[in-house]
């Protein structure tokens, strides 16, 4: 059973078709990449699969069951993390302190975290930082963290819920090329050793070809191909609508 299940996924605005029949699935420990030029409908697909845009038609299917138009909060609940564009930590909080507060919300004791936030959970949430190579700065204000390292941590975050699949939305945006490729890299890691599987979109083609395990391509909200990296990369539909005929694909 795939861990998630799009099937025939449509919505409109206004008239315009952003997203057409797309339909697509991610195993467990499998990174699959959604890209494709601006306007393609990623990000529309992206937050039908989260919840946070109701479909005009298909059903998603998260670990055997329809969460389709569910509310986020509900689907998170089930077991699905989400990274942002933008990184979402307390930035008055530590380091740790940040990670502890999402195990306190996926326990569901966050009406009584207050004065013990400091004790709770701080082993685990120490265990954590240590998988995403954080755990000597547990201690450190999160708003004097340079941007690379507060990624990492907002991964430490998403993973204290103990997600299934982790939904990924243009994870690297303002970092520099060689913290990508590190915190993708980590992250394949992190999904393969847990079976998590990981839907990203991302617009470094460099990260993309080196970390995922599979790419959809989307254009004008129709899936236009899917496969493996090096298929992708010499699909010539794929290179006329996404770089431009005659282009080379995937940082060539």
Known sequence: MSVLLVESLRKSFG???????VSFAVEAGEMLALIGPNGAG???????????????????HF????ITSMPPRAIWRLGVGRTFQITATFGSMTVAENVQMALLSHRGRLWNWWPRATRLYREEAIRLLAQVGMEDQADRACSVLAYGDL???????????DPKLLLMDEPTAGMAPAERIGLMDLTGRIARARGIAVLFTEHDMDVVFAQADRII??????????????QVRADRAVQEVYLGSGSTFGGH
């Open 15 to 21: 008239g315009v078709e952003a997203v057409a029949e």
């Open 42 to 60: 990623k990000t529309t697909c992206f937050n039908m699969v989260g919840g946070q845009l109701r479909p005009d038609g298909g059903r998603v």
């Open 217 to 230: 391509v989307l254009n004008r909200g129709r899936l236009i191909a899917e496969g493996a990296p090096p």
């Open 151 to 161: 990624k990492r941590v907002e991964l430490a975050v998403a993973l204290a819920h």
């Open 63 to 66: 670990a055997g069951r329809d």
